[in-house]
């Protein structure tokens, strides 16, 4: 299929986001890399959690003077995490960076197929579809782990009788950009459904 | 919707019409404002579909009507 004159102009940008794409995947993995080796062992696994309400001195004033502060999340170091805290905190670990690597690489697909001038094809409105599905889904399935990890990791930490409160701080950014991509999606769907009408026409 | 290899029946008589007056694709093309690319499509039948606008163009260039310029076979 010959490449359309309007798109010939923007072809650049493909490139550029194709850049992006193949620079995301790299942090991605290396994030990957570095939080299974964190927590894989299940020995000293550094893990976010949000306290409740926990007001502490922080020495940030001039000449590292004590400052009070409202801690809203802190990393603590836990071991031996029981099953379903383990999973929680691997799954919550590992969901984003592979939601990155899986769009990066669609995207990727994506590009090339516009440099060739594809645009409103069968694959591409999939995988326009496929992009919003995996990181709705994974925005979906890290809520799930995080609140595993959240809860557990309060429950190893604090004393039975006396258990620590905190409430889990839910991220809504991939929430919208997946909502987002969803109707771009959509859009894509529709534009196919009039190329395909408009092949032909005279 | 009607079925998609219904589209490959209709066939299109505009090389013999053309023929008949003596005119070319690309006079045609001058007269309908269409291209000469189009035309082609729609003269060697691989037209899925004509605008109502580019068949009345047609058919006034040619002086004919819309059952000359096309024939279910």
Known sequence: ?202 | MPPEDDAGRVHCRLDELLADRGMTLTRLAEIVGVTVVNLSVLKNDRARAIRFSTLTAICDALDCTPGDLLVIR
């Open chain 1, 1 to 202: 299929m010959k490449t359309p004159k309007w798109f010939r102009a923007s072809s650049g940008d493909v490139h550029v986001v194709i850049v992006v794409a193949v620079v995301t995947i790299v942090l991605a993995l290396t994030e990957l890399v570095r939080r299974l080796a964190e927590v894989l062992p299940n020995r000293d696994v550094p893990v976010e959690i949000a306290p409740e309400a926990v007001r502490a001195e922080v020495p940030l004033g001039p000449d590292g003077e004590l400052v009070g502060a409202d801690i809203g999340s802190i990393i603590v170091q836990v071991s031996d995490l029981p099953p379903a805290t383990y999973a929680g905190v691997l799954g919550a670990s590992v969901v984003y960076p592979v939601v990155w690597i899986v769009v990066a690489f669609l995207g990727i697909g994506l590009c090339r197929a516009l440099l060739r001038g594809a645009v409103f094809t069968p694959a591409n409105t999939l995988r326009v579809n496929l992009i919003a599905a995996v990181i709705l889904g994974g925005a979906a399935l890290h809520l799930v782990f995080a609140t595993f990890q959240h809860n557990g990791v309060l429950a190893v930490l604090s004393a039975p009788d006396h258990p620590s409160g905190g409430s889990l701080q839910v991220d809504f950014l991939p929430w919208f950009g997946g909502l987002a991509l969803a109707a771009f999606a959509m859009a894509f769907t529709i534009g196919e459904k009039l190329q395909r009408d408009s092949e032909g026409l005279v």
